[in-house]
């Protein structure tokens, strides 16, 4: 009912029939009912508060995400709620400043880390603002589907264009290590005296060959299609494995190394070799952004079964990485390493996404990084494997 129909019913109720006031009266409540419960049913919170911040609604979403029950919202202050700082702040300034916010996208803790769309729009009542109205979306599933596409994408092409290179860079590394070992056995056989600064300089060549070997190899890899080897093992006894060969190297720069892993078995059809090597990485990758950083270096790793998802979350207390940088780590050859390939990370991804497995990073400068991944439990990652025409026959799964 608009503005100018209540005024000119009001203005006239005297002379209107009691059975039409009372059938426009059944039609307004209607339609209240109709559209309350499109709010109440939308994912999307939806909050409006009055000019002095104090809350007159909120739709289920709404109260989730301030932690509160319908009964106990209305005329409450928002800002006397304990929720995300960031998010206060942005609903202060649009109230302060009076000015429309239109989806602002911000990373906040609701209790987990969400990526969340903003807008603030001030609503009038004869003329003047009466209060203002708050919608949050949840866009953090759409943010990252983006985000694996654009990785995806970013990998199949550099596939296609450098592959070939690749290969014509290979077949010299191993002429020139071949050449380097014919040149040893000369010296040897012709019985020329030992000369240390020669071997010297023969060692630096083998073992830049070696490097070079590596980054090539490295390339390849992640840039070709794998094919991983699923077999049902125990998560936590891959987990420990890694954390056991990475344990000398972190003992060397003064990093302790906590394992939290949850009680319940952890079962996954996944490769253990490559999923090995891809928490070997992150492991690495959290030690170079603790190490000369801070003395106190900490990395945990951690598991969590819920909602039919095995989690395993391995965070440090290292550097972080700045906003502008976090599109970017999973991009071939993105390093901040002054040595380092900028491909470890890119390895990272591919590993687990071909497990049928997702990854999700989350970090703040100064305070530290968080990796998650996160696998389908073992009965939806059958089902996966069944619909991707990988099908597991019973006399597999026995073996296996």
């Not at 995400?65 to 700082?85: A, C, E, H, V």
């Not at 003329?127 to 994408?153: E, F, M, P, W």
């Not at 390895?347 to 990854?359: A, L, R, S, T």
């Amino acid at each position: 009912m608009n503005d100018s129909f209540e005024k000119k019913i009001l203005k006239n109720i005297g002379r209107i029939p009691t059975e039409q006031i009372r059938e426009v009266l059944l039609n307004e409540y209607s339609q209240r009912n109709f559209f309350e419960k499109i709010i109440e049913a939308i994912p999307t919170a939806f909050i409006v508060i009055d000019t002095k911040t104090n809350i007159e609604y909120a739709n289920p979403s709404g109260l989730r995400l301030l932690g509160r029950t319908q009964k106990k919202i209305k005329g409450i202050n928002i800002f006397s709620i304990d929720f995300d700082s960031a998010l206060k702040a942005i609903i202060q300034n649009a109230v302060c400043e009076s000015e429309k916010i239109i989806n602002h996208e911000l990373t906040i803790q609701t209790p987990s880390v969400s990526i969340v769309s903003i807008s603030c729009f001030p609503f009038l009542h004869s003329g003047h603002i009466s209060g203002y109205i708050l919608t949050i979306q949840n866009i953090t599933d759409a943010v990252n589907d983006k985000l694996r596409k654009y990785h995806k994408d970013s990998i199949e092409s550099l596939a296609y264009l450098t592959a070939g290179v690749a290969h014509e860079i290979k077949n010299p590394l191993g002429a020139l290590d071949l050449h380097i070992q014919l040149v040893r056995r000369f010296i040897e056989k012709k019985d020329i005296p030992d000369l240390p600064e020669l071997n010297d300089l023969l060692t630096v060549i083998e073992e830049e060959i070696r490097r070079l070997e590596r980054i090539v190899n490295d390339f390849l890899f992640s840039v070709r299609p794998i094919k991983p080897n699923l077999r049902r093992e125990n998560i936590h006894e891959v987990i420990k494995d890694a954390a056991e060969f990475a344990e000398v190297e972190l003992q060397q720069k003064n990093i302790t190394l906590d394992l939290n892993l949850c009680a319940e078995p952890a079962e996954l059809r996944i490769d253990r070799d490559y999923f090995r090597q891809a928490m070997i990485n992150i492991i690495q990758n959290a030690a170079y952004a603790i190490d000369g950083y801070r003395e106190d270096g900490k990395i945990e790793i951690a598991t969590e079964i819920q909602n039919e998802k095995i989690a395993v979350i391995i965070s440090d207390n290292g550097r972080g990485i700045s906003k502008e940088n976090m599109g970017k780590v999973f991009e071939p050859f993105f390093s901040t390493k002054e040595i380092g390939t900028g491909l470890g990370l890119t390895i990272v991804y591919k590993i687990i996404h071909e497990q049928h497995g997702d990854i999700i990073i989350d970090s703040e400068e100064n305070k530290g990084t968080v990796f998650r991944i996160e696998f389908p439990s073992l009965s939806r990652q059958v089902k996966l494997l069944e619909n991707s025409g990988q099908k597991t026959t019973e006399k597999e799964e026995k073996r296996n």
